[in-house]
Nanobody, 116 residues
Framework: QVQLVESGGGLVQPGGSLRLSCAVS????????MAWYRQFPGKQRESVAT???????QYDTSVKGRFIIARPNDENTIYLQMNTLTPEDTAVYYC??????????WGQGTQVTVSP
């Protein structure tokens, strides 16, 4: 089983940056997929960035070139580096992983607000 604890959200001005963290319990070798999602008010959760255990990444068009998903080899933490933020990035951001049995695990979410 896997547990996720998120941190790093907050208020930032347009053009600024934030780095979200997702602390993962247990061995990272048991995970086959890591991802960040976000949910706008009144909308369904949407995929932002995906990272496989083989190092392949995929980004939503709206964040490509601005966001980076990473998991250092010696850390049990998944990061989402967010640069050049705009008000349209305002949402609740969630960490999600799949283990080797393809079971889903979700974090509790962290609020990101981009505003002057």
């Amino acid at each position: 089983q896997v547990q996720l604890v998120e941190s790093g959200g907050g208020l930032v001005q347009p053009g600024g940056s934030l780095r979200l963290s997702c602390a993962v319990s247990g061995s990272m070798s048991r995970l086959i997929l890591m991802a960040w999602y976000r949910q706008f008010p009144g909308k369904q959760r949407e995929s932002v960035a995906t990272l496989t255990n083989g190092g392949r990444t995929q980004y939503d068009t709206s964040v490509k070139g601005r966001f980076i998903i990473a998991r250092p080899n010696d850390e049990n933490t998944i990061y989402l580096q967010m640069n050049t933020l705009t008000p349209e990035d305002t949402a609740v951001y969630y960490c999600k992983v799949h283990d080797t049995d393809w079971r889903e695990y979700w974090g509790q979410g962290t609020q990101v607000t981009v505003s002057p």
